[in-house]
């Protein structure tokens, strides 16, 4: 069974950067997406950026691009988002989910993730 667990939101003041962490574990196979979505208060779901396993591809959603970045550490099955220059409305849950077999057409699909994690609350804030 996949699981994933997200760690390091918390409470920040704008201008600000934080370093979200997405650890998988159970994982059927190497041919996947890790994508980073979030959700504001009375708003859908959005693309926030992707990275594919094995060969390391990012996707950045373009309002985002510049700020936000997404890294791994492969031995640790282990998905990292970097957020510099947080917005206020960057306050948001952040979720992390893995795509199996991905394409580059459905990276940024949200319905095409099969395992979510638990989410974890970025606030920013003075």
């Keep these: 069974q996949v699981r994933l667990v997200e760690s390091g939101g918390g409470l920040v003041q704008p201008g600000g950067s934080l370093r979200l962490s997405c650890a998988a574990s159970g994982l059927p196979s190497n041919s996947y997406a890790m994508g980073w979505f979030r959700q504001a208060p009375g708003k859908e779901r959005e693309f926030v950026g992707a990275i594919r396993w094995p060969n390391g591809a990012t996707y950045v959603a373009d ?3 510049g700020r936000f970045t997404m890294s791994r550490d492969s031995a640790k099955n282990t998905g990292f988002l970097q957020m510099n220059s947080l917005k ?3 306050t948001a849950i952040y979720y992390c989910a893995r795509q199996p077999n991905p394409i580059t057409s459905t990276i940024r699909d949200r319905d095409r993730y099969t395992a ?3 989410g974890t609350q970025v606030t920013v804030s003075l």
């Design 63 to 65: 309002s985002l691009r």
């Design 88 to 90: 206020s409305e960057d």
């Design 116 to 118: 979510w994690g638990q």
